[in-house]
């Protein structure tokens, strides 16, 4: 087990990154126990199965490894891991031929605002009561609602809420709402998966639509309560795996 309190583990990165250039398994593992569940839900963005994005993760663990030496500290060391996943998992979900452009996601003559949420699930602007509002609102899950949350269909409740997102909003609110990233570094790691454009595009309509932002909070309260509760070990298996990779680099750097 990873002692948390080892300044080796729990220190800046250039601890870190001193440490990894020196074969220290016991901070490559941390960072594998700590990162491999967020790499994997990001990856699943871009991809169209499980078994694909689990394939990506460890191209990205890969790449980690035999780049650490060439690491520059020009972003925190979690920032340059997600890049290099973003990069891996575009490229993986365009050569499966699944990656859909933002614009596909726009009706025929659509205007520039993207929908955060389909429009199908709110009543027509022209409905004599409630305009605009939701057809079918979110149910309270009232007193029980930590019972609720405990078990893997709490996961698939919100793996299904997050798919009916547009992908940009989906990408940031993995990282931000699932992962807790501030907005600054969920920029720099998606720099090259989410333009500006889309990114302004998504901010300008949030602005104006009270049902999306409903929505979208009621889904990071339960993100935020799920993820208190969700296991985050990493398979042994995984782990051994990708530590024979960086003994291995580690020797022939020496």
């Not at 594998?32 to 169209?48: G, I, N």
């Not at 992908?167 to 790691?189: F, H, K, N, Y």
Request: aromatic share 6%.
């Amino acid at each position: 087990m990873v002692d948390a309190s080892d300044p080796r583990v729990a220190g800046d990165d250039e601890t870190v990154v001193m440490a990894l250039h020196a074969g220290d398994e016991r901070v490559f593992a941390d960072l594998v126990q700590r990162y491999q569940r967020p790499l994997l839900r990001l990856a699943e963005t871009f991809v169209p199965s499980l078994a694909v994005a689990e394939e990506v993760v460890q191209d990205t663990w890969i790449a980690v490894i035999m780049g650490i030496d060439r690491f520059e500290g020009r972003s925190s060391l979690r920032t340059w891991a997600f890049k290099i996943l973003t990069y891996q998992a575009k490229s993986r979900g365009e050569r499966e031929s699944r990656s859909i452009p933002l614009s596909a996601f726009l009706p025929a003559g659509a205007g520039a605002d993207e929908p955060a949420v389909d429009p199908s699930r709110f009543r027509p602007h022209g409905d004599s009561r409630w305009p605009g509002h939701w057809a079918d609102p979110p149910a309270d899950w009232g007193s029980d609602a930590e019972a609720r949350l405990i078990g893997r269909e709490t996961q698939e409740v919100i793996a299904s809420a997050m798919d009916t997102l547009a992908p940009a909003q989906r990408l940031v609110m993995t990282l931000r709402d699932l992962e807790g990233w501030d907005s600054d570094e969920v920029c720099a790691a998606l720099e090259d998966a989410v333009s500006e454009t889309d990114r302004a595009r998504i901010e300008r309509h949030l602005s104006g639509c009270d049902p999306c932002n409903t929505y979208i909070e009621q889904m990071r309260k339960t993100i935020l309560a799920a993820g208190r509760l969700a296991p985050n070990d990493v398979p042994a298996g995984i782990i051994d795996q990708l530590l024979e990779i960086f003994r291995a680099s580690r020797r022939t750097e020496s």
